[in-house]
């Protein structure tokens, strides 16, 4: 183990100065959730489009999702959640030393929804940070912002997944609007005591199939045009079984190569907080991770992929059932676009 040296980190704010504390671990010390009041079922949705409640149910788990009023933006989301996060690790806006949102939907491309979210909760002028890694922005994310505690760049770092995913849905495409809804969940991460929080991370990236889902205008290569707009090329495009058929290997892989960094194995597992894609991907990492179905724990017939929200979301209500309980194993783990994936091993607990 390193030895602890003592940091001083000057603040952004005027005259501050916080002492810090290199070479410590993080944990989770508050969990926050919001879900945007609309449902919407599988059965209102087979009013518009050709498909039926019985199809989406079998094919992907989802019965119903979230979309967020016309009035709410990705920011707005994230503001709920972590407010409740706040409130939960018990520590005011004006403690944080970082910020950083995982999002694929930002309210504009800038500035941040973190730089957003910093002037409507009122914290300090600290570090803002937006992770764009699709639907692994909250592991990524949750990276970041051990790396900023153990580092002693910081003490207190909210993460948010957030997502108002209904924006960027074609609901004429009966591929694709069958899968996503809006949801935003956030945790603050403060210094573990030894031997809980976080044990290891393993992000991971493949750029080669780049077309399998992706949202190909609005950026510099394609600026935003009539063109674009009558093509429908700023609605998410996907090809589901190629995208299902590199999910099901990467999910297990990662999960297996954080437990390995962490020197565990499947049966040290208490329990795994998925990617809520579709419940045939869980089913199958279930089965080549090797640990049983029982321990994973799911909601993705309540909101269907909330992308970076995903995660967050899971972890908040699995937490608030009772499956997650101080000292604790498990595991964190993600697929997104890009193709990127992340995973993370936490013993449960241990906030300082």
Same mark, same amino acid.
């Given at each position: 183990m390193r030895p602890r040296r003592t940091a001083v980190l000057v603040d952004s704010a005027p005259r501050r100065v916080v002492p810090r504390t290199i070479g410590v671990g993080s944990t989770i010390a508050g969990l926050g959730c919001y879900l945007p009041e609309r449902v919407l079922t599988n059965v209102e949705l087979a009013k518009t489009v050709d498909t039926t409640d019985e199809w989406i149910q079998r094919r992907t788990g989802v019965r119903e999702r979230r979309i967020a009023a016309a009035s709410e933006a990705t920011s707005d989301l994230a503001y709920k959640a972590a407010r #409740?996060?706040?409130? /939960?690790?018990g520590v005011a806006a004006t403690d944080l030393d970082f910020i950083v949102v995982g999002t694929t939907t930002p309210d504009m491309v800038f500035p941040s929804v973190a730089c957003l979210l910093q002037k409507r909760l009122g914290a300090r002028p600290v570090g803002c940070l937006d992770v764009s890694a699709a639907c692994s922005s909250f592991v990524y994310g949750l990276s970041v912002a051990h790396g900023a505690i153990a580092s002693g760049q910081a003490e207190t770092v909210l993460v948010v997944g957030a997502e108002t995913l209904s924006r960027i849905t074609n609901w004429r495409d009966r591929t694709t609007c069958i899968l996503f809804g809006d949801c935003a969940g956030a945790a603050v991460l403060r210094?573990?005591?030894? %031997?809980?929080? $976080? @044990?290891? $991370?393993? @992000? %991971? %990236?493949?750029?080669? /199939?780049?077309? /399998?889902m992706c949202l190909t205008a609005g950026g510099s290569r394609r600026p935003a045009s009539f063109e674009t707009v009558e093509r429908g090329e700023h609605y998410i495009s996907m090809k589901g079984p190629d995208v299902y058929q590199y999910a099901v290997r990467a999910i297990p892989a990662a999960a297996a190569e954080a437990l390995r960094r962490a020197e565990l194995g499947p049966a040290d597992v208490d329990f795994v907080i998925p990617h809520q894609a579709n419940i045939r991907i869980i089913q199958s990492s279930a089965r080549r991770l090797r640990v049983p179905l029982s321990k994973f724990f799911i909601n993705v017939q309540r909101y269907g992929n909330t992308s970076a929200a995903s995660v967050p979301v899971a972890l908040y209500e699995a937490v608030q059932a %009772?499956?997650?309980? #101080?000292?604790?194993?498990?595991? @964190?783990?993600?697929f997104g676009a890009g193709y990127t994936w992340g995973a993370c091993a936490i013993r449960w607990g241990g906030a300082c």
């Open positions: #409740e996060s706040l409130r /939960a690790a210094p573990a005591r030894p %031997g809980h929080g $976080f @044990l290891s $991370f393993c @992000l %991971g %990236g493949d750029g080669s /199939a780049e077309e /399998a %009772g499956r997650i309980e #101080e000292g604790r194993v498990g595991v @964190l783990v993600t």
